[in-house]
């Protein structure tokens, strides 16, 4: 057997006589598994959460909890019962056999062990399992792309849609149209790069020897960008944008585009949640030590305290009524778990004197701070 093969397998080993279990436990680790072992039914289900084996060697026939209540028991349990479980046993008992088969195992070996035959069966379930869990990991990833690239293409494709509704009314102020029809056009090709940009990351993942230069964007373009994008849609649902920024570039150690995204998935919810008018602000100040902060800030209603416990997680909303269908309360999650990756925070508190503020915390690439210089957007 290769060791390459055995050394990932973590192996529970359950049994009431200690000659097995030292004997077994030898013969496994000599094959680079890891093993741990219990005596009985109580102390392999303490074992199981702390050890998350990949295979369970189980001796049905115990004192106190044998091996049947054992296995009702991590059957009950959503994070043990996938584990495998293989019958260990010193009779061919058919009837046995069966109960056991009921009970959830998926293979036996009897007593006296055949060194051969026992870790034949236990590699071959190891690998089982170990495959099982890659193919989930990639199925896992594979869908975490797809909603991040739905999610992210709803932003633009939201611009073109007001865009060109905008054009298509009968009051429409010609000399905006060329401004809507500016953001139509960046808007798509926004849509193209996301895409582009996340099939070019995929191919980097498959090819992770192929390393280009670390990534650098502009805190203060990035406002800009967001500024020329959204002021007109905004200024539709009563909303003013107000800036705060540095006479420099604040750089930091994200991608650009993604740094966009995820200020962009800020700005549509202020404008989803906080649409009664007043003010949008965008400032850029020093953080912590060798850091920036972007912080984006409205005069809406605020999030209650209940809610921002929950702000973060997968599919949540923040209306208070949860009657926005068009949400898909993916944007927080993933944006907080996208800063993350590049080294930085995000978090929200509330706005003194009312409303809401996101701060984006990321590794300046150059630490000089800058005076701060205010603009109110027409």
């Not at 994070?79 to 036996?108: H, K, N, S, W």
């Not at 009968?170 to 139509?184: F, S, T």
């Not at 967001?226 to 649902?237: C, D, H, I, T």
Request: hydrophobic share 40%; proline share 5%.
């Amino acid at each position: 057997m290769s060791n390459s093969t055995a050394i990932a397998g973590r192996i529970l080993l359950v049994d009431d006589q200690p000659a097995n279990l030292r004997v077994v436990t030898t013969l496994l680790e000599r094959q680079g598994y890891h093993v741990t072992t219990a005596s009985d039914g109580n102390a392999a289900l303490e074992s199981c959460h702390g050890f998350k084996p990949d295979l369970i060697l189980l001796d049905m026939m115990m004192p106190g909890m044998d091996g049947f209540e054992f296995m009702r028991e991590i059957k009950l349990d959503p994070g043990l019962m996938r584990i495998p479980t293989v019958f260990l046993t010193a009779a061919q008992d058919r009837e046995m056999l069966l109960r056991a088969f009921d009970a959830g195992v998926v293979d036996y070996v009897t007593k006296p062990f055949i060194p051969e035959e026992l870790l034949a069966r236990v590699n071959a379930h190891i690998v089982l399992k170990l495959t099982r869990d890659r193919l989930e990991r990639v199925a896992q990833e594979r869908q975490n792309l797809v909603n991040l690239v739905a999610h992210d293409l709803k932003n633009p494709l939201t611009s073109v849609l007001f865009a060109s509704e905008m054009l298509m009314q009968d009051d429409c102020n010609p000399e905006r149209a060329p401004r809507y029809l500016q953001v139509i056009h960046e808007a798509t090709q926004d849509a193209i790069g996301y895409i582009r940009s996340y099939l070019e990351t995929q191919s980097r993942r498959q090819h992770r020897d192929q390393q280009g230069p670390p990534p650098v964007a502009s805190m203060s373009e990035a406002v800009e960008w967001l500024v020329a994008r959204y002021a007109l849609q905004l200024e539709a649902r009563g909303i003013r944008i107000t800036t705060q920024v540095p006479d420099r570039p604040c750089k930091v150690g994200i991608d650009a585009m993604v740094l966009r995204q995820v200020a962009e998935n800020l700005v549509t919810n202020v404008g989803k949640y906080a649409s009664g008018g007043g003010e949008l602000d965008f400032q850029i100040r020093a953080g912590a030590p060798g850091y920036w902060q972007l912080l984006v800030s409205d005069r809406g209603p605020g999030i209650p305290a209940f809610k921002q416990r929950e702000l973060f997680k997968p599919f949540t909303r923040l209306s208070y009524d949860d009657t926005d269908q068009n949400s898909s309360g993916l944007g927080l999650s993933l944006a907080r778990q996208i800063i993350m990756n590049a080294g930085g925070h995000l978090f929200y508190e509330d706005r003194e004197g009312g409303g809401s503020r996101f701060v984006i915390e990321l590794p300046a690439v150059n630490n000089v701070i800058a005076e701060v210089q205010t603009e109110v957007v027409a």
